[in-house]
């Protein structure tokens, strides 16, 4: 097993590995997310409503040991642990093809008994929190590059970096969200003709988000529906221009659920002028094998 750690803020990162002969890892504790439910009494006095689930913070804990040849040595690189771990500095954790932002909670503790400091080798520890407890690809974006035709269908395969073919019926059909969580998205409508209030609609939920607006050949309209940062954008001519407010009553930014999801392109004329490019950030509560 190994264990990447970067600082972002000073660019130094960091690998910690069971085979290394220099940073040695011992072992990771990843904690545990903790769900905080909110709740309300039942009208009839017996029991409670869950009204909400908050996914708390993870703690996480290394043991590790720097080996060297000499106290200059291990000093040496007691210096380039002490440089990377400030808890002041954004961090990031990487495992496997899995990345995890996190905050040290102390600088580095290292051993107080001979056994465990001297001029060969030095144990320590490392304590970090994840506010945002949800690990994410290293490759963040998933996407997919979607031509809106009525032809063949290619096999659908949901996979990071993935090229799909087009699907029939103007529809989008099992986009598969492989996170745990609910997760936004963004996705560009790139105009091959004229179209008119192009719609994207959810099958499974009924919810849907319309523009009222004609578009024209080499419009690009893009939409984010991610926690934080929605908005609906066109490219024009060189020029970038915001137009959510071209957004019909009772349109929602909906995202993507865990497992399968299913939507449809629309549009009031001209659906088939339409190229979809599809991404989205699949979140994880557990990876570690």
């Known amino acids: 097993m190994q ?4 600082n972002l803020n000073t660019k130094s990162e960091l690998v910690l590995s069971e085979e290394s ?9 990843w904690g545990v997310v903790e ?7 039942n009208t009839d006095t017996v029991g409670e409503v869950v009204t909400s689930t908050f996914l708390m913070p993870r703690d996480i804990e290394i043991v590790g040991w720097i080996l060297g ?18 808890p002041q500095s954004q961090m990031q954790m990487e495992y496997g093809q899995y990345k995890l932002d996190v905050k040290a909670e102390t600088t580095v503790r290292y051993g107080i008994r001979y056994q465990e400091n001297n001029d060969r080798m030095c144990r320590f520890v490392l304590r970090f929190k994840a506010h945002q407890p949800l690990f994410m690809l290293k490759d963040e974006l998933v996407k997919t590059d979607i031509a809106v035709v009525s032809k063949l269908v290619f096999p659908l395969v949901f996979k990071p970096t993935a090229i799909f073919g087009a699907y029939p019926d103007e529809s989008i059909s099992d986009m598969f969200n492989e996170g745990d969580v609910y997760a936004g998205f963004i996705i560009r409508l790139i105009m091959t003709g004229p179209v008119k209030n192009p719609m994207l609609n959810n099958n499974l939920t009924g919810e849907y988000f319309k523009l009222n607006f004609d578009a024209i050949t080499g419009d690009v309209i893009e939409v984010s529906t991610l926690s934080g940062n929605k908005y609906v954008e066109l490219f024009r001519g060189g020029n970038r221009s915001n137009i959510i407010g071209r957004l019909v009553r009772g349109s929602v930014l909906f995202g993507m659920s865990p497992g399968r999801n299913s939507f449809k392109l629309l549009a009031d004329e001209n659906v088939s002028n339409m190229k979809i490019e599809f991404e989205y950030v699949p979140r994880f509560l557990e ?3």
């Open 3 to 6: 264990i990447g750690i970067k």
């Open 21 to 29: 002969n220099i940073f040695v890892l011992e072992h990771v504790d």
């Open 35 to 41: 769900g905080a439910h909110g709740s309300v009494s």
């Open 69 to 86: 040849k000499n106290q200059a040595q291990i000093q040496a690189r007691k210096n380039i642990l002490n440089k990377l771990i400030n």
């Open 287 to 289: 990876v570690q094998d």
